[in-house]
């Protein structure tokens, strides 16, 4: 059997049978200090698809960079078929300062295909688009929701792409939401390219999540699984069938105020539900928000002060209320008893 080549990336090799962390050299700060992007790549012996999984885009979305670290020590390299590219900060700046942007406050999932001689975002999308996305086969990007709102475990695919529908299924988060590709983003510019990437979103900024990060992980090794890159010890398949919302609404607050929320991310609601109640601080007005439709709560703000106006609750449409409440029971259960993560090494 011919020995499989070297990975090549950022002007080295990576024989296969190995891993190694790389650094791609992004600009040098004001002071002198350089900034780069890490990459951490495993090449297995075997022959296999290219996968790369990517965090912290935007720089305060923290629990993807964790995901990335327990893949990374579950992942062993004697075992893997194909080459797995690991990015647990892609926004280093960001990641730096806890912001979700750039120094020059551009949104780096807003600035590709990017350019080698634009802005810093632009110069850093062209770099990751080129040195990572063209390289692979498959992407899964992680991301959460920003500061002070919280996102329900959920998978995000372009409509009409039977490939990654069968990959979200796979992956097993509770929700999976057609989202359309938006002009500037990894996932549209990476189509330009024929990649397909997942896009998982789970948690809140600047914050751990421990049933989120469970859930990337283990969706993340079904994929891989399903592909025949890792065996299949330990890596136990979805106890329910993920709920297709086909369309999603952002209710907002009718006043300014206090706000007292009576329904949490993955709850299921039925048409007029009372959500929740804004008041003013002197108890005079008190005005209600209910489901406009039946629905699942995938993302919500956790501050209790609002605008009006404010985002206060994401609801996705369901067609079956009971059985998009197995599957968000069904997970939690899942991950609460599997036994991959007690961080024993599985692989």
């Known amino acids: 059997m011919p020995k499989r080549a070297a990975f090549e990336i950022g002007g080295q090799s990576i024989a296969a049978g190995s891993r190694q962390t790389i650094d791609l050299p992004v600009s040098v700060l004001s002071d002198h200090t350089p900034v780069s992007m890490s990459v951490h790549v495993i090449h297995g012996k075997m022959d296999g698809p290219t996968v790369f999984v990517s965090a912290g885009i935007h720089g305060d979305e923290v629990i993807g960079v964790e995901i990335v670290r327990r893949i990374l020590n579950t992942i062993k390299v004697a075992s893997l078929r194909g080459t797995l590219i690991a990015i647990p900060i892609v926004n280093a700046f960001g990641f730096i300062n806890h912001s979700r942007y750039l120094p020059d406050r551009r949104d780096l999932n807003r600035s590709f295909p990017g350019s080698s001689g634009g802005s810093l975002a632009s110069r850093l999308a062209h770099l990751f688009l080129n040195e990572i996305v063209a390289r692979s086969d498959l992407g899964i990007d992680l991301h959460s929701?920003?500061?002070?709102?919280?996102?329900?475990?959920?998978?995000?695919?372009?409509?009409?792409?039977?490939?990654?529908?069968?990959?979200?299924?796979?992956?097993?988060?509770?929700?999976?939401?057609?989202?359309?590709?938006?002009?500037?983003?990894?996932?549209?510019?990476?189509?330009?390219?024929?990649?397909?990437?997942?896009?998982?979103?789970?948690?809140?900024?600047?914050?751990?999540?421990?049933?989120?990060?469970?859930?990337?992980?283990?969706?993340?090794?079904?994929?891989?699984?399903?592909?025949?890159?890792?065996?299949?010890?330990?890596?136990?398949?979805?106890?329910?069938?993920?709920?297709?919302?086909?369309?999603?609404?952002?209710?907002?607050?009718?006043?300014?105020?206090?706000?007292?929320?009576?329904?949490?991310?993955?709850?299921?609601?039925?048409?007029?539900?009372v959500m929740a109640i804004v008041a003013d601080p002197f108890g005079e007005s008190e005005k209600e928000i209910t489901a406009p439709f039946n629905g699942i709560v995938i993302g919500r703000a956790v501050m209790p002060i609002v605008n009006e106006g404010d985002a206060v609750f994401h609801l996705a449409k369901v067609k079956s209320m009971e059985a998009v409440e197995g599957a968000v029971e069904d997970l939690q259960t899942q991950l609460i008893e599997d036994p991959l993560f007690d961080e024993d090494e599985i692989i």
Request: net charge positive; glycine share 10%; proline share 7%.
């Open 145 to 273: 929701a920003a500061i002070h709102r919280t996102n329900l475990p959920q998978i995000r695919i372009s409509p009409d792409n039977p490939v990654t529908a069968e990959l979200a299924e796979v992956f097993g988060a509770p929700v999976i939401l057609r989202s359309p590709l938006r002009e500037g983003s990894l996932r549209g510019e990476a189509k330009e390219l024929g990649k397909d990437v997942l896009l998982y979103e789970a948690g809140e900024g600047l914050r751990f999540d421990e049933m989120s990060v469970r859930a990337g992980v283990a969706g993340i090794m079904r994929v891989l699984r399903h592909l025949n890159m890792v065996p299949a010890r330990g890596i136990a398949k979805p106890k329910s069938k993920p709920h297709y919302c086909q369309s999603s609404k952002w209710l907002r607050a009718p006043a300014g105020g206090l706000l007292r929320t009576f329904k949490a991310d993955g709850d299921v609601v039925q048409t007029g539900d």
